[in-house]
C-alpha cells in the first residue's frame, strides 16, 4: 500500500512539475511574442524588430504548444482518473500556456504569404492609369514607398502590372447601373463600416481617400476611390498601396475585395 501510495506522490509531484514548466514556457513565449506588435504600438521600436521577434518565436512556438497540450492533458486525467491531488488547477495553467503558446505560433504564421503571393504592395483595378491620390498625397510625404505606380528596386510599371494580373485577377473594375451618387454613397457608407480612417470625400470629383491601419504592427495602408459616369455605366476604380514594406502578403487585395464585396 505504501509503495502503491509513494508511487502516486511521485508521479502527481512529477505532473505537477510538468504542468508548471508547461504553463511558465507558454506564458512566457506568449508574452514575448506579444512584446513584438506592442513595441511597434508605443513607438519603442519599428516593424522590422518586431517581425525579428516573431521569426525568433515560430520555431518554439508550436513545439512548446504540443509539448503543453500533451502535459495538460496527462494532468487533467492525473487528476479526474487516477486522483492525483489537486492537479485540476495545474492543468488549467498548462492549458492556458497551451493556448498562448499556440497564439505565438499562428499570429506569425498569418503574416506568411500564401502560395504565388507576388511580392508587391500596390493594388489598383487600373493598372494603365491608376486612380492618383490627392489628399493622402502631402500624408505620404515621408513614405517609404512611392506614390509613382511600378516604382522600386526591380520594379517596373509593366511588371507590376502584370505581376497583379497573374495573381489577382479579379481585382477589375466595378461596374453598377446606379447613378454615380448613389455609388458614391454606397462606397463612401462601405469605408466607414470597414472602420477606415477617412481622409477626404469629393462627391462633384467622385473622388474618396481613406487609409486603413492594421491591427498586430499598424502597418498603413492608403486607400483612394473614383467614381465616374462611362456610358451608360457607373464605374469604380480603386487603389490600395502599403505606406512600406516590399511585399503586402496579399493584404491590399483582400482589402478592396471586403471592399467591392460590400458594395
Do not use: C
Amino acid at each position: 500500500m505504501n509503495t502503491t501510495q509513494n508511487g502516486k506522490s511521485t508521479l502527481a509531484k512529477t505532473i505537477d512539475i510538468a504542468a508548471i514548466v508547461a504553463a511558465a514556457a507558454g506564458l512566457g513565449i506568449g508574452l514575448y511574442a506579444l512584446a513584438a506588435p506592442l513595441a511597434v504600438w508605443f513607438g519603442i521600436t519599428d516593424f522590422r524588430a518586431g517581425f525579428a521577434i516573431l521569426q525568433r518565436v515560430n520555431p518554439l512556438a508550436d513545439w512548446i504548444a504540443i509539448i503543453g497540450l500533451v502535459i495538460s492533458i496527462a494532468a487533467f486525467v492525473g487528476a479526474m482518473v487516477l486522483s492525483l491531488g489537486n492537479n485540476t488547477r495545474l492543468a488549467s495553467l498548462a492549458l492556458a500556456g497551451t493556448v498562448a503558446a499556440a497564439l505565438a505560433y499562428f499570429v506569425p504564421e498569418s503574416f506568411r504569404p500564401a502560395d504565388g503571393t507576388p511580392p508587391i504592395h500596390d493594388i489598383t483595378t487600373d493598372t494603365l492609369n491608376p486612380p492618383v491620390y490627392v489628399a493622402i498625397a502631402p500624408i505620404r510625404a515621408d513614405a517609404a514607398n512611392s506614390m509613382e505606380y511600378g516604382s522600386g528596386n526591380n520594379m517596373t510599371p509593366e511588371r507590376l502590372r502584370q505581376l497583379q494580373q497573374e495573381a489577382y485577377p479579379d481585382i477589375v473594375p466595378q461596374r453598377f447601373n446606379e447613378p454615380v451618387e448613389a455609388v458614391f454613397n454606397r462606397a463612401l457608407a462601405a469605408v466607414q463600416t470597414l472602420g477606415w480612417e477617412l481622409v477626404a470625400a469629393e462627391p462633384g470629383e467622385g473622388r474618396i481617400e481613406a487609409t486603413d491601419t492594421t491591427f498586430w504592427f499598424r502597418f498603413k495602408d492608403d486607400v483612394v476611390i473614383y467614381i465616374t459616369r462611362q456610358g451608360n455605366e457607373t464605374v469604380l476604380n480603386a487603389r490600395s498601396l502599403s505606406r512600406v514594406g516590399v511585399g503586402d502578403v496579399g493584404k491590399n487585395t483582400a482589402r478592396l475585395r471586403e471592399f467591392f464585396a460590400l458594395l
